[in-house]
């Protein structure tokens, strides 16, 4: 499949969007401060368990840079205070808050609402 | 619209455009810059970097879109041919004609050859420009095929000259160097100084020859040889040519503008020529009865050539020109400045000169003692930044003035603070910026740090002579603010990794988070700081890296190499190279049935590529079950010690260089460093391991072992220096151990030993002393440090293996057994490679 079409599939969604609360996996399958990569239909999606700030968060797993699936196998820490997640690639950076780049002008990555519900971690889809 | 038309884009064309643009005014004209080369304008300054990275777009001024982007129409490839002053206008070598408002001529200059008779014989270059290095290059290639000890000469002992005597090294002939005159640069230095250059270059290999006279150059068509007298001959394979420089005045000469008796373009203090129209600037002015050949000057006439074609009539080149000049020759520094040659009558000279280690220091005095006239300064130039602004702005000087050249420890270098000069001193001739340009760059709040001077003033950017000085100066200006400046790791600690690795040894922390939460600024953390502090953990407590996963490096974090496009590469140990048939094939039959890329590394080890992240326990079990082990080629570790088959097989092997390899590589497997780290053990001085390359190398002489350190392939190719002779196994063993100990203690962070030991302070001497005779009294220290992390040693992959929790990570998804369907493999030389990025 063409790159574009690929990168297409992810669009950042709020909060008040959610339609689906995807059920992924147990709490303890992520790393603390650490990621892991879930898939729903045909996405990857990091999700993180920013344990530090007693919050989890997840985007696309593609790196826009280079097109490949690997955000999830990351570092997160912050920025001045913004959380992000570092590409194991080339290090690049990017915001967990709202997906922008932050030590580049690469294009934002699409974030998605996380819940945490017994034990369970369910990420927002708008479809 | 006016229209400027600039005649040569070399170095000083491009600063007279740089400095243009720069100008509000500069609105209200449109420049067109003719360059007869066929790139723009690089730095010639530097070009014998070429020889080191063949890297022409790294010496560029300017990318080409840069002049897109200032409106500047480029035209390189095109000489400009004619100009026709009545009509205002030029034609070009293709027969195109523009014409113009004003006219730069910044045409330079080009090689002086003198009429000896041979000289047009192959193998007989100039030094000039890109295409003359390439042609070189070439024809060094050629006859290195046909003669592996070929030798060439430079014709010319000046400061060129000698440039080109590097190349010829780099190039890896036999240098050879032939000077007309009774001493080396003859220009620049006095009698003593050019004797201790000589001594310095003769003791790196290269051959001096003074006061010859060429009569010919000797050959059938190439050159063989050349003649000096009668039975006066050396034999060269090539020549290059650097016996000074002539200033491009043709097409001035052909239209009638007024030029010296010996060349060159009259010109005024506005730059100006005989046509009110023409300027001229850079090596072709004639100013003041002089050619000038170095850069600053250059850029201050574009400066003022600018300044007056806007009008700023009052802005003229000063009578007296700044000739001063520092340059590293062939590793050697050189400095001179004011005056350095002095009569007697004008002042005295302090002469300070030690032979045996290539040092010469001389500066002239007023007779009364106060006031620095000039000086020459070879093999340390560190104190010219100073020198140079105390001689520039009059500064006083101490009463005693030989305390200005004196080592330190005899009561020397007690040359006043850099915040002491005054606003005005210039400490960038190239860039003409003074400090108090830097010091207010800072003091309002553009710049933060050295780059932002650098980028907001461009100082450092020329010969980056003046470098150390604007650092300096940035260092010293932020403190005055109260802006501690530390080389802390990131914005999460304000320590650097040293001061780390005491706090966690002392405190005996475990986890990052307890040396965040105790040491910490209050953030989370970063993809610096984290495999930093994952390091130090391995280091002190022989952790391996599955024991806080999430705060490793990416390869660390999954134990092997992450690929192009996300897969991983399996590289197990293969101790000094040795590997029975058994493993071999085993090794090709897990790569088989994985349908794994296969290839040796420069390491000489096998690396399977193409592998992903859910295969990689699998291949590791198999792996294991065949007796390998990890070969941590992800990590900041060990990573192989290559060897030569030695004494075992070989017939010329002095000693077993392949089980002292072996020994070597199982001792330090798996310790964590703050870089990787490479070993190499010869059986002989012929060297087939390439140990000299490496962080640690040894070779096998009669009675022992040579140790080598800090050596380096890689970026910046460096090999490793004599750190002790003829030791025997368990001594190699003791120094190594607290030579590593000690750059694991002290090095910065992804600093190579060879990076480490040149920043030393004190050099391999201190080395020496600290490791070999314990000045520090660590020794035993780093010898316990170095046992513990041995016998702690575990294969991290077993380790992971076999736990179940640690097996968890090596999944692509949490919520599915599948594998990533997004990586995509296509064929190449019946095997597989990721599919080319876009």
Known sequence: ?127 | MQHIIVVGNGMVGYKFCEKFVAQEAFKGFKITVFGEEPRPAYDRVHLSEFFESQNAKALEMAPVEWYTDNNIDLITGERVADINRSSKTITTAKDREFSYDYLVLATGSSPFVPLIKGVEKEGVFVYRTIEDLEGMLAYAAKLKAEKPNAKAAVLGGGLLGLEAGKAVMDMGLEPHIVEFAPKLMPRQLDSRSSQVLQLKLESIGLNIHLSKATNQILGNGRITGMEFGEDDMLDVDMLIVSTGIRPRDELARACGLEVGVRGGVIVDNRMKTSDDAIYAIGEIALYNQMIYGLVAPGYDMADIAVQQILGNADKVMPADIDMSTKLKLIGVDVASFGEPFMPATKGHSIIFENKTQHLYKRINVSHDGKKLLGGILVGDAADYSMLHQVYLNGMAIPEDPAKLILPTNEGGALLGDVMDLPNEAQICSCESVTKGQICGVIENGDAKDLGDVVSCTKAGTGCGGCKPMVADLTNATLKSLGIEVKDSICEHFDYNRQDLYKIIQVKGYQKFNEVLDNHGNGGHGCELCKPLVASLMATIHADTANKEYAIQDSNDRFLANIQRNGTYSVVPRVPGGEITPDKLIALGEIAKKYDLYTKITGGVRIDLFGATLNQLPLIWKELISHGFESGHAYGKSLRTVKTCVGSTWCRYGMDESVSFGIELENRYRGIRAPHKIKGGVSGCIRECAEARGKDFGLIAVEGGWNLYVGGNGGANPRHAELFAEQIDNETVIKYLDRYLMFYMRTAKPLQRTAAWQEKLEGGLEYLKEVIIDDKLGIAEDLEKEMQTLVNKFECEWTQAVNDPEMMKRFNHFVNSEEDDDNIVFVPMRDQKMPEPWV
């Open chain 1, 1 to 127: 499949m063409i790159m574009e079409e690929i990168l297409e599939k992810y669009e950042a969604t709020k909060l008040e969007d959610v339609k689906v609360w995807f059920k992924a996996a147990n709490l303890n399958d992520f790393p603390k401060d650490g990621g892991a990569c879930i898939k729903y239909k045909d996405k990857q999606v990091a999700v993180f368990n920013f344990e530090r700030l007693g919050k989890w968060y997840a985007c696309q797993n593609l790196c826009p840079h280079k097109m490949e699936m690997v955000l999830s196998r990351g570092m997160i820490g912050d920025d001045k205070g913004i959380p992000k997640v570092a590409c194991p690639l080339h290090k690049k950076t990017f915001s967990l808050e709202n997906g922008e780049n932050l030590n580049g002008d690469l294009k934002a990555i699409a974030t998605y609402p996380v819940m945490i519900k017994e034990d369970y971690v369910y990420v927002g889809f708008s479809e």
